[in-house]
T-cell receptor, first 111, second 110 residues
Framework: QKEVEQNSGPLSVPEGAIASLNCTYS??????FFWYRQYSGKSPELIMS????GDKEDGRFTAQLNKASQYVSLLIRDSQPSDSATYLC???????????FGAGTTVTVRA | DAGVTQSPTHLIKTRGQQVTLRCSPK?????VSWYQQALGQGPQFIFQ???????QRGNFPDRFSGHQFPNYSSELNVNALLLGDSALYLC?????????FGPGTRLTVL
């Protein structure tokens, strides 16, 4: 079983719609959770971090964490063509310095 | 405020050669991590340096080694290059949990 799994893409959404990205992780003691955005040919850019259960909102992005279900999600509201990218979920365990990444979900926002 | 910088941007090597990649962390950051990202995959952790010591290592062979200097910059060395080492090599710097990536070095091994 992979440490971090993301829903397979690609995900295509119309402009203005909500894009929903899901991620599950296997290590129950994981403590820190991150979403990175990676444009084609570029490096990952940190867009959200979340550490406790519940929702965290930042502009058009909302991260949701449910540690009991070992599940973290990212919602992108009012999707724009500039949101077209691969979104990577990353998890950091207790007493663990590394980030474990999922394979990423590619989102395409069509105008 | 300069972000994370890496050099070179691109590199082409042949099998069996050795390569050194360089990274300067974001101002104020003291920790550097290295990742390898193959096409279509998420980054894979190679190792992390803190206080000039390797603090944690991922599942990479000893051909991969590193160093951190007193100014917190870091190098990644790969010996005896294999075709499978072709990838984007990412450096990330941090002060706490959040890691910020540099632009990466694209290594092609022929």
């Amino acid at each position: 079983q992979k440490e971090v799994e993301q829903n397979s893409g690609p995900l295509s959404v119309p402009e203005g719609a909500i894009a929903s990205l899901n991620c599950t992780y296997s290590d129950r003691v994981s403590q820190s959770f991150f979403w990175y955005r990676q444009y084609s040919g570029k490096s990952p850019e940190l867009i959200m971090s979340i550490y406790s259960n519940g929702d965290k909102e930042d502009g058009r992005f909302t991260a949701q964490l449910n540690k009991a279900s070992q599940y973290v999600s990212l919602l992108i509201r009012d999707s724009q063509p500039s949101d077209s990218a691969t979104y990577l979920c990353a998890v950091n365990g207790a007493n663990d310095y590394k980030l474990s990444f999922g394979a990423g979900t590619t989102v395409t926002v069509r105008a | 405020d300069a972000g994370v910088t890496q050099s070179p941007t691109h590199l082409i090597k042949t099998r069996g050669q050795q390569v050194t990649l360089r990274c300067s962390p974001k101002s104020g950051h003291d920790t550097v991590s290295w990742y390898q990202q193959a096409l279509g995959q998420g980054p894979q952790f190679i190792f992390q340096y803190y206080e000039e010591e390797e603090r944690q290592r991922g599942n990479f062979p000893d051909r991969f080694s590193g160093h951190q200097f007193p100014n917190y910059s870091s190098e990644l060395n790969v010996n005896a290059l294999l075709l499978g080492d072709s990838a984007l090599y990412l450096c990330a710097s941090s002060l706490s949990n959040e890691q910020f990536f540099g632009p990466g070095t694209r290594l092609t091994v022929l």
